[in-house]
């Protein structure tokens, strides 16, 4: 049902957001020689463990593990909290290194990893906090 699509959100949602910690979170040029960072930053810690919950919680609601927790949704916001921290360093370089003759900053495919599970998680998360379970 619904529900086990939520689940399916977040299990997919918290891989998506593992895998892009080691990708490159942003890159950059400096007179034309081009460098990146990324995502294993002080933020990479509170995405692993927000993964790893809503990893937890989405397979509990595809295969009955035990794992439950009375709000799915915090999930889902705390994911946005630390996608929002993400792209605040990254904008955060990119005006400072605006004036600079010869810099250039962007976001990384890590980014966009990461921006996709986080939807995924927030998706999956609102469906397990808001669809009822179905009784048999």
């Known amino acids: 049902g619904l529900r086990r699509n939520g689940g399916i959100f977040m299990v997919c949602g918290a891989t998506a ?3 892009s910690l080691p990708l490159p979170l942003y ?3 400096t007179g034309g020689v081009p460098a990146t960072a990324s995502g294993m930053n002080q933020n990479g810690v509170w995405l692993i463990f927000i993964s790893g919950f809503a990893f937890l919680r989405g397979y509990s609601a595809i295969r009955p593990i ?4 009375a709000l799915p949704i915090l999930s889902g916001a705390f994911i946005i909290w630390v996608t929002y921290l993400q792209w605040h360093q990254i904008s955060g370089l990119e ?11 962007a976001p990384g495919i890590g980014f966009g990893l990461l921006c996709v599970g986080a939807v995924l998680i927030v998706a999956g998360s609102v469906i397990l906090q808001f669809v009822p379970p179905q009784r048999s």
């Open 17 to 19: 957001v593992l895998v």
């Open 27 to 29: 890159s950059w040029k």
């Open 66 to 69: 035990g794992f439950r927790t």
């Open 95 to 105: 005006r400072l290194f605006a004036t600079a003759p010869g810099y250039t900053v």
